[in-house]
T-cell receptor, first 111, second 115 residues
């Protein structure tokens, strides 16, 4: 069965620090990969997605992710975080039509 | 487009009561998903529909949970009887099979508290 593993459960960064959140998945077939963000009290929003082509994907708000097939990884990065990036981040894989989410990473950005 | 609409946004009920959560997907979308979010288990898929037909309900925790989609613009998730451990945020999402990457669009969620 497919699964998604997010390595960091809680991350605390100062503003302007660089961010990298790890995500690994286990699935042998063709996958579509997603990062969703959930701001406090809000619903899930799509940050970026990968389904084919350039393995470096750019999303909204300066986020990017790199798909490394050999490592089954899809890590999320941002060179300089802002206080407004405080949120929970979910990596997800889709095979077929249903999303399989990781447990999420809670990011706190301090001023 | 209004996006995925869920109601109610908050529900507080007592153990043993019936709870009905509602979802209106984005017009034209042919897939509808129900997820549950808890601190302990994270985001879990409960059930999903394609063209109003349930495809996979293996995530439904037990017989107390049921979901229906009587038409393309409406779905319900019912819990009867409710229990405190059902307290969670329930999200509905929809997607269009003709789109690239099968992106799902999420509603605002229903925060359910069972006392």
């Amino acid at each position: 069965a497919q699964s998604v593993s997010q390595h960091n459960h809680h991350v605390i960064l100062s503003e302007a620090a660089s961010l990298e959140l790890g995500c690994n998945y286990s699935y042998g077939g063709t996958v579509n990969l997603f990062w969703y963000v959930q701001y406090p009290g809000q619903h899930l929003q799509l940050l970026l997605k990968y389904f084919s082509g350039d393995p470096l994907v750019k999303g909204i708000k300066g986020f990017e992710a790199e798909f490394i097939k050999s490592k089954f990884s899809f890590n999320l990065r941002k060179p300089s975080v802002q206080w407004s990036d405080t949120a929970e981040y979910f990596c997800a894989v889709i095979a077929g039509y249903a999303l399989n989410f990781g447990k999420g990473t809670s990011l706190l950005v301090t001023p | 487009d209004a996006g995925v609409i869920q109601s109610p946004r908050h529900e507080v009920t007592e153990m043993g009561q019936e709870v009905t959560l509602r979802c209106k997907p984005i017009s034209g979308h042919d897939y509808l998903f129900w997820y549950r979010q808890t601190m302990m288990r994270g985001l879990e898929l409960l059930i999903y529909f394609n063209n109003n037909v349930p495809i996979d309900d293996s995530g439904m925790p037990e017989d107390r949970f049921s979901a229906k989609m009587p038409n393309a613009s409406f779905s319900t998730l019912k819990i009867q009887p409710s229990e405190p451990r059902d307290s969670a945020v329930y999200f509905c999402a929809s997607s269009f099979s003709g789109g690239r990457g099968n992106e799902q669009f999420f509603g605002p969620g229903t925060r359910l508290t069972v006392l």
